[in-house]
């Protein structure tokens, strides 16, 4: 649909109407690599007020610098319920706008060429954008290889090592959130590890470096609010 500004311009936007109650409510469709990022962040501020203003309300003291929620019902407090859903939910999206991210700029004609074993032997592949979106080349794959050859930089990493760390880091806690490992020797260990890892991931860090890396590829992908 052709929308006029108040500026007079008028521009072609994509918009995918949404209905309610007999009602059609129609908006420019946002990019989801945008989307998908503001979400992240969004949870993630939401899991630090958690837990710098609910914690220090509802946590009892148990000694010198341990403090305990109080157990509910449900089985766990709902203050670090939320903590944890806020948390896990900012490292999805993440990895979601960063997946976006990397199919989108890669173009439709691009074909990337690679060595692999098959039957014990050596042979080329040849990837179209479309084999490469359906998961036959790996995320690392895709950052390592074929960012740097999109960009015609085979130096493109050397100055963002510590850049791509962060984000294979958060790629691995994504897959680990997703792909729950259940095998524990009783109930209180399952998923533990994962958690543990989830817990410990500093995703403000991981946020950064996401920005960083879109920006080291597409100038000004992602601009600040002042």
Known sequence: MVVKFKSGEERV???RPVRYL???YVAPFPNPVHLFLSVAIEHFNKSEKIKETNFPKCGKKLGDDIFILDIEENGT???????????????V???SSLEAFLNHIIPNDYKYKT???ENGKEREFNFSKKKIESGSVSFREKLEKIIPEIKNNGVFWE??????ENILNLYNNRKNIIHLKTN???????YFDAIDKMLDLNIEESINSTITFMNNV????IKYEE
Do not use: G, P
């Open 13 to 15: 936007i994509r918009s």
């Open 22 to 24: 007999d009602n059609l």
């Open 77 to 91: 407090h709902e203050c670090y319920n939320h903590y944890i859903k806020y948390r896990s939910s900012s490292i």
């Open 93 to 95: 999206m993440l990895v």
């Open 115 to 117: 060595i692999r074993k």
């Open 159 to 164: 100055k963002l090592t510590k850049e791509k």
């Open 184 to 190: 524990a020797e009783d109930d209180l260990k399952v």
């Open 218 to 221: 597409t100038t000004e992908f």
